[in-house]
């Protein structure tokens, strides 16, 4: 499977950006999807993840201002950032897990206070 993340950009402490992750295959086959992301010098962590069957998990940090969704019609899964803050920023993967881990590539976001 091959995945395709868009959506990154600059934004202001207090704004919104949606993130998109494209897969090459039906999501409604894939387990789960979801986002990591990595701030410069630290480790990637975990942001996101949603099932097949539509559950839903976040980490704390951006739990009630980030919210993650699947469109099955394109195949694709989003990301919407509310109220980012500067701590949000980092460059942020898709992935896939179906019996191994995929990964897209990382789109980067810069949240300045």
């Known amino acids: 499977v091959q995945l395709q993340a868009s959506g990154g950009g600059s934004v202001q402490a207090g704004g919104t950006l949606r993130l998109s992750c494209a897969a090459s295959?039906?999501?409604?086959?894939?387990?789960?999807m979801g986002w990591y992301r990595q701030a410069a010098g630290k480790q990637r962590e975990p942001v996101a993840l949603?099932?097949?069957?539509?559950?839903?998990n976040y980490a704390e940090s951006v739990e009630g201002r980030f919210t993650i969704s699947g469109d099955s019609d394109r195949n694709t899964v989003f990301l919407q950032m509310n109220s980012l803050k500067p701590e949000d920023t980092g460059v942020y993967y898709c992935?896939?897990?179906?019996?191994?881990?995929?990964w897209g590539q990382g789109t980067l976001v810069t949240v300045s206070s």
């Open positions: 949603i099932s097949n069957l539509g559950s839903t």
């Open positions: 295959m039906s999501i409604s086959s894939i387990n789960i």
């Open positions: 992935y896939v897990f179906m019996g191994g881990t995929y």
